[in-house]
C-alpha cells in the first residue's frame, strides 16, 4: 500500500510545511492561532493512538487518562519550578519533559496489562481507566485539585510579543514545534524494524511469534511509545489553558481521538493530521452555519455541539464500514487518480 | 510520481490551513473605536453559564433573567444612548471548557467585559486569562475570596456574599438556636466547601463538626455521604452544594429517615428551584424548616418594589411565569452592570468601567452593603436568613454582615428603588 | 449503629447490583449472539428511557412508560443491528468497537438535540421510603419493585432458552451460525432478535436505575455501563448465571466501597476489579471457557 517515499522529498516537505504553517501564525487571528495550537496538541495524542491501535491493533479508550497524566506532570513540575522562582526555557521545557516521563511510566504499567488482553477487553479496561480518572482527582483533591483541577505557573510569552495575540502566537509555536517532533519520531519508528513488527503482531500473533517475534514485549513498547506522545499533547493542553482539570480529559476526549484517528485514516500520520484538523474545524463551522441561521437560543443551544458529535459519529461509522482507509485513504485514491490521468504510461495501481 | 503525490497532498493540506485563515478575518467584530465591543450604539459582553450539566437545572434561568434585564433597558434607551448586547454561553460547569468559551468570547467576539462568570471551579479556569488580557471581569456567580485580590487581579470583581461569610453567619445562627445541636456538613469537593467548612469552623471551633461529607458533581449516588452523616447522629447539617445536590441531599436523606435541620448557602438554597426543577410534589413536605441565606429582595418579600419591578420585566420580557431566587439574581446581575457602564461616562473603556466600580457607583438592588473600592473587589457582604413554612421561602430576623471575624446585625436597610430601575450617571 | 449502617450499605448494593446484572445480562446475549461486546448499549437503553420518559409524561402512566422502554429499546437494538453492525466486517474485532461507539455518539446526539442536554427528574411507581415493617433493613417499596422486575426478567431468559423453540434456536445459532443454518436455522434473524431482547431488557434496567440519580440527562449511563462490562467481564461474558451473580456481588462490593472508603472511589474500585479478574482469571469466575479470544 504504501509507496515509500525518498526520505529526502518527505523531509523538504515536512520543513516547507512547518515553515509555512509558522508563517501562518502571523497573520491569524489569536483565536485562530489558539485553534491551531489545539490542532497540534490534539495531533501528538491522535498520532501515537493512530500507531497503537492501527499498526499494532490494540484499541485504547484510556488515551485522554494518559492525555491528563501529562497535564498533571507538567502541572507539578511547571508549578514546582516557580515556586524556585526558576523561569525561562526551564520552565517552558522541563514541565513537558516531566509530561512525558509520567505519561511513560504509566503507560508502560498499562501495557504490561494490556499486552495479555484483546480487542474489546482492552477497550473495556481503558474506558474503566477514563472513567475513573474523576474518582481519583477528587479522591486526592489536595494533590490534584478536585473537580477544579490545579493552576498552572508557565512560561509567558517572550517580550517582543507582548500586545494583542502575542501569548496565543507564542502558545501556537510551541504546540507546533511539539507536534512536530511527536510526528518525526513516530515516522521513524513506524518505518522502522519495530514498525514491521508491530504490524506483523497486528496481524497475526500467532505468525508473528513464530517468526521470532517477541509479541509481548512488542506490545509492550507500542502502548508505551504511544502513551508518551499523549503525554505530550496532554503537556501542550496544561500549557495551553493554564491548568489541568479532570473535565477537560474525560470519556469524550478519549472517543474524540479514536474517531480523528479513525477518520483521518487508521495507522497513517497524515490521516491524525486529517483527524486533528476536523476535530477542531467541523464544530466551530457548525457553530458558525448555526449562527447564520438565526434559530431560537433553545434550539441553537440544542445543535451546539451536539450536531457536531452526531455527524463525527455518523462519519466514524460510515468510514469503519464503507472507506476504512478513511481521509487519507481518498487522497491517496485521488492521488492516484490524478498520476494515472497524468502520464499514460503508468498503469493504475491494483489494490 | 510519490512527489506528484506529495504535492496534492500539500496542496490539500496548504487549501485547509487557508480555510482557516480565511474564517479568521470575519472574525473580528469591527469596534468603531479602539476599545473592544464598544460602537456608536452598543456595548457587546458576555458570560459562562452552566446550560447543559449536572448544575444546568440549578442555574440556567439566570443568565435567561440578565438578558430580559438588558432587553427592558435597550427598549428604554439604553445606557448613554448605547444597546447593551449580552452574549451568553454554555460551559457545562466544566472548567475545561469555561477555558474555550471564555477565549471565544475575548478573542473572537471581542466583548468588552464578562458578567457574572458562573461557578467558583469554571471561573477560577479563566482568571489569570482575564486579568493578563485586562478585561473586565465584573461581579462573579460564586462565593469564593479569591475574587477579591485587587492587587493580583485588578480586573475581577466578586458579586455572592462570601461563602465563609454565609457560613459564620448561618453557624451563628445556629449556636443562639440550637446550642445543644450535633452539627455536621455536606460539601462540594472544591473551594466551594473548603471555605464554606473554614467559615462554619471560624464560629464553631475547630472540632465543632461532628461529620464533615464532601460530594463530586461527577457522581450523583450520595447514598454513602447521607448514610455516614446519619451514622454520626446529626441533627443540624449545613450545606455547600449546589441545587441539584441539596435536593439529592435532602431526598436521600428522608429516604434513610435522616430529618435534621438544614442551613444551606445561597447558592443552593433556592426553593423555587429546588422545587420545580428537582423535589416537585415532595418539596414543600421535605423543605419544611429549610433554613437559607441570601443578600437580594426574595420573591415573597411584601411590598418591595424591586420585586414588583422584576416581576414586570419577568412578564414582558422573560415569557411570565413566577419570579424567583434565580431570576432576581440575574435582573440585579444586569441592573449592577448598566450603573457601572452609566458612571464609566460617555465614551466608557475598560479602565474607566472598572474605576467606576471601584468608586462605589454600583450599589445594586439588594438589602446588604456592596464591598467595592479600590482596595476590596468584594460584593454582597452579608446575609439574612429564610425559612421554608408550608411551600413559602421567607426572610425572618436580622441582616447580618460579617467581617473581621465577627458577625454584626446591619440595619442600613436596602436600596431604594428609583427612576423605573434604570441606572442614570449620577 | 455500625451493624446497622453494614446492612444498609449490603441492601443497597444488592438493589443497585440488580439492575447492574440485567444491563450485564444484555451484554451478555449481545455476545452470545454476535460475538460483539455493544459499547452502545448504554445509549441505546438511554434513548429507550428518553422514550419512555416522553410516554409517562404524556399519557400520566408509569407502566406505559414501562412498555415503551421495553418496546423502543427493541425497535432501536433492531435498527443498529440491522442498520449498521450487520454491515461491519467481522474480519478485525476492532471495527464492530468502533462502529458501535460512532452508534453511541449519534445517539446522545440525537437525544442531545431533541431534549437538550439537561436534566428531567424522573418520577417512580413506588415509594422509595424505607417500608416501616421491615424496619432495620432500609428496604423501600421501590426497592422491591426492582429486585421483582430483575427477576423477572432472569426468569424469562431461563424459560426462554431452556424451553422455547425459539431459545433452542438462537443457542443454536449462537453456538456454530454456520451448522445451525444448515440445519435450517435462519441465523441472521436470531443475531436481531437477540439484540433486540438485549436492548429492550438494558432500556428496562436503565428505566430502573436512572430514577436514583440526578436525573435523566444524555450521559446518565455512561457509569452504568461500565459496570455492566465489569460485571459482564467478571462473570464471564459468555455466562448468564455469571452476570446475575456477578451484578449481585460487584453492587454489594461498590456499595461497601463508597460506603466505607468513600463515595468517590466506586469507579477506582471497578477498575481494579477489572484488571484483577482480566489478569489473574481472564476466563471470568462463572465461565467454563478457557482461553478467551475477541
Known sequence: MTGIMSSRTTVIIGVVGLIAVIGLTFVLEPFRNYQLATIAAYLCAVAGLTMLTGVNGQLSLGHAALMACGAYCYAFTANGLAEQEIEGPVLLIVPIIAAVVGATVLGLVIGLAAARLHGPYLAGVTLAFVIALPAVTSRFSDVFGGD????????????????????????AWVAIACAAVVVVLLRNLMRSNFG?????????EVAAALAGINVARTKVIAFTVSSAAAGIGGAVMAFMTQSASPGAFNLFISLFLLMAAVIGGIGTLYGALWGSILLVVLPDVIGSITRGLSLSPEVAQRLDGNLAVGLFGAVMVLVVIVAPFGIQGLVRKAGHQIRSRGSLQSAPHPK | MTLRRNRALAIVG?????????????????????????????????????????????????????????????????????????????????????????????????????????????????????????????FVSGGSPTWDQPEEYPWTFGYNS???????????????????GTYCMFGQDDDFGDDFEAGLL??????????????????????????????????????????????????????????????????????????????????????????????????????????????????????????????????????????????????????????????????????????????????NLGVRLSQVKSGVQAYFGDTYIYQDGEVSVYDGGAVPFENEGIPTAE | MELER??????????????????????????????????????IAMAATYIAFVVTSMTGNYWLGLVAALLGGAAIGLIVERGVMRFVSPVNPLNSVIAALGVLLVIQAVVGMLFGNGYYPMAVPFSQEPLPWLAGLSISAYDLFVFVCVAFV????????????????????????????????????????????????????????????????????????????????????????????????????????????????????????????????PGGIFSVTKERTA
Not at chain 2, 468559551?101 to 468588552?112: A, Y
Open chain 1, 148 to 171: 477544579q483541577g490545579l493552576w498552572i505557573t508557565v512560561e509567558r510569552r517572550p517580550e517582543f510579543l507582548a500586545g494583542r495575540g502575542g501569548t496565543e502566537m507564542f502558545q
Open chain 1, 196 to 204: 514491521r513488527q508491530m504490524r506483523a503482531v497486528r496481524d497475526n
Open chain 2, 14 to 138: 496548504a487549501a485547509s490551513v487557508f480555510a482557516l485563515a480565511a474564517c479568521s478575518t470575519n472574525g473580528g467584530g469591527g469596534a468603531a473605536e479602539d476599545v473592544p465591543g464598544v460602537t456608536e450604539d452598543t456595548v457587546t459582553i458576555g458570560t459562562h453559564q452552566p446550560l447543559t450539566g449536572p448544575a444546568a437545572a440549578g442555574f440556567a434561568s439566570i443568565s435567561a433573567a440578565t438578558s430580559a434585564y438588558f432587553d427592558y433597558i435597550n427598549d428604554n434607551g439604553g445606557i448613554n444612548g448605547r444597546q447593551i448586547e449580552f452574549i451568553v454561553k454554555d460551559d457545562g460547569y466544566n472548567p475545561a471548557n469555561t477555558q474555550t468559551v471564555v477565549r471565544e468570547l475575548v478573542l473572537e467576539d471581542d466583548v468588552f467585559a464578562i458578567l457574572g462568570g458562573l461557578g467558583t471551579p469554571t471561573h477560577s479556569a479563566v482568571l489569570d486569562f482575564l486579568n493578563e488580557n485586562e478585561v473586565p471581569d465584573l
Open chain 2, 162 to 180: 462570601e461563602y465563609t461569610s454565609e457560613a459564620a453567619i448561618l453557624a451563628n445562627y445556629a449556636q443562639e438556636e440550637f446550642p445543644d
Open chain 2, 202 to 379: 471560624e464560629i464553631l471551633g475547630d472540632d465543632g463538626l461532628a461529620a464533615s461529607e464532601r460530594y463530586s458533581v461527577a457522581n450523583q449516588d450520595v447514598t454513602a455521604q447521607i448514610s455516614a452523616l446519619k451514622a454520626a447522629g446529626c441533627d443540624v447539617v449545613f450545606l455547600a452544594s449546589i441545587n441539584g445536590f441539596t435536593a439529592l441531599a435532602v431526598g436521600t436523606a428522608a429516604q434513610l429517615g435522616l430529618f435534621p435541620q438544614w442551613m444551606s448557602s445561597s447558592s443552593g438554597g433556592d426553593y423555587g428551584t429546588l422545587e420545580t426543577d428537582y423535589l416537585q410534589e415532595n418539596a414543600p413536605l421535605l423543605l419544611e424548616n429549610f433554613i437559607s441565606t441570601f443578600y437580594l429582595s426574595l420573591e415573597t418579600n411584601e411590598n418591595d418594589p424591586w420585586v414588583e419591578h422584576f416581576q414586570m420585566v419577568q412578564d414582558e420580557y422573560n415569557g411570565g411565569g413566577e419570579l424567583g431566587g434565580n431570576e432576581i439574581f440575574g435582573m440585579n446581575m444586569a441592573y449592577m452592570f448598566a450603573e457601572a457602564l452609566a458612571a464609566a461616562g460617555e465614551n466608557p473603556t475598560r479602565e474607566s468601567l472598572v474605576e467606576a466600580v471601584e468608586s462605589g457607583a454600583v450599589d445594586g438592588t439588594g438589602i446588604v452593603p456592596l464591598g467595592y473600592s479600590p482596595e476590596d473587589h468584594t460584593g
Open chain 3, 6 to 43: 453494614f446492612i444498609f450499605l449490603t441492601v443497597d448494593g444488592l438493589a443497585r447490583g440488580a439492575v447492574y446484572a440485567a444491563f450485564a445480562l444484555s451484554l451478555v446475549l449481545i455476545w452470545r449472539a454476535a460475538r460483539i461486546v455493544n459499547f452502545s448499549q448504554g445509549a
Open chain 3, 154 to 281: 432472569v426468569l424469562g431468559l431461563a424459560v426462554l432458552f431452556g424451553k422455547t423453540n425459539v431459545g433452542l434456536r438462537m443457542r443454536a445459532a449462537a453456538f456454530s451460525p454456520e451448522l445451525a443454518r444448515l440445519l435450517g436455522v435462519r441465523s441472521t434473524r436470531m443475531i436481531t432478535l437477540g439484540w433486540m431482547l438485549a436492548s429492550a431488557i438494558s432500556g428496562l434496567a436503565a428505566l430502573l436505575v436512572i430514577p436514583t440519580e440526578l436525573g435523566l440527562n444524555p450521559h446518565a449511563t455512561d457509569l452504568v455501563f461500565v459496570y455492566a462490562f465489569t460485571i459482564a467481564v467478571v462473570g464471564g461474558l459468555d455466562s448468564a448465571p455469571g452476570a446475575v451473580i456477578g451484578g449481585l456481588v460487584v453492587g454489594v462490593l461498590l456499595s461497601w466501597v463508597s460506603g466505607y472508603l468513600g463515595a468517590t472511589l466506586s469507579p477506582v474500585a471497578v477498575l481494579v476489579l477489572l484488571l484483577a479478574v482480566l489478569l489473574i482469571k
